[in-house]
């Protein structure tokens, strides 16, 4: 059950776009389609921004979005709005019928 | 409203125990799937266990089987977890998700968290 590797930080500009990857092997991200990303603020909860590899749950803005090229997903945000800097968690379900997260991201708006 | 409300957590001493509550509200809880998700001081989110709605299918992390052990109450709308043998490795805020099927399994309800803290 090792951790989905993601880079420990991105930033980028009010307005850009950035991109946060998350890699796993078959067993888990490449072989499921129950790929989901999370955004989480300081002292706060979780929240799910991605569900499905690549939908987004009702409310959540159009800028976030999720995708997979085997083994890795990934989540863009464009139009990087303050709001947005926080931590970032991709998950997914895996062959043992557990779920493994990925370490995390720090997103910071410059 | 809908709402995970968890509760139990305090500080232990290593070889100790404490057991954790979730309490639910405003949705099915009796045919929802659960989970228990730790994060450590510093670290990453990480999935601890889950319970189907019958309580008959169990599953737990590598780190914390055979000493941790999930289990619900629908009468009373309740999740819990005993955890026993405690580790310093174990401290860490304890968060409460529901598993909603309709959202490819996403966990789309977390509780605000109880916080673990194990030392001497």
């Known amino acids: 059950q090792s951790a989905l590797t993601q880079p420990a930080s991105v930033s980028g500009s009010p307005g850009q776009s950035i991109t946060i990857s998350c890699t796993g092997t078959?067993?888990?991200?490449?072989?499921?389609?129950?790929v989901s990303w999370y955004q989480q603020h300081p002292g706060k909860a979780p929240k799910l921004m991605i569900y499905g590899v690549n939908k987004r749950p009702s409310g959540i803005s159009n800028r976030f979005s999720g995708s997979r090229s085997g083994n890795t997903a990934s989540l863009t945000i464009s139009g990087l709005q303050a709001e947005d800097e926080a931590d970032y968690f991709c998950?997914?379900?895996?062959?043992?019928?557990?779920?493994?997260f990925g370490g995390g991201t720090k997103l910071t708006v410059l | 409203e809908v709402q995970l409300v968890e509760s139990g957590g305090g500080l232990a001493q290593p070889g100790g125990s404490l057991r954790l509550s979730c309490a639910a509200s405003g949705f099915s809880f009796e045919t929802s799937e659960m989970n228990w998700v730790r994060r450590a001081p510093g670290k990453g989110l990480e999935w601890v266990s889950y319970?189907?709605?019958?309580?008959?299918?169990?599953y737990y992390a590598d780190s914390v089987k055979g000493r941790f052990t999930i289990s619900r109450d629908s009468a009373k709308n309740s999740l819990f977890l005993q955890m026993n043998s405690l580790r310093a490795e174990d401290t860490a805020i304890y968060y409460c998700?529901?598993?909603?099927?309709?959202?490819?399994?996403?966990?789309?309800?977390w509780g605000q968290g109880t916080m673990v803290t194990v030392s001497s």
């Open positions: 998700a529901r598993e909603e099927l309709q959202l490819d399994d996403g966990f789309d309800i």
């Open positions: 998950s997914s379900y895996t062959d043992s019928s557990t779920w493994v």
């Open positions: 078959s067993s888990d991200v490449g072989g499921h389609n129950y």
């Open positions: 319970i189907n709605p019958s309580g008959s299918t169990i």
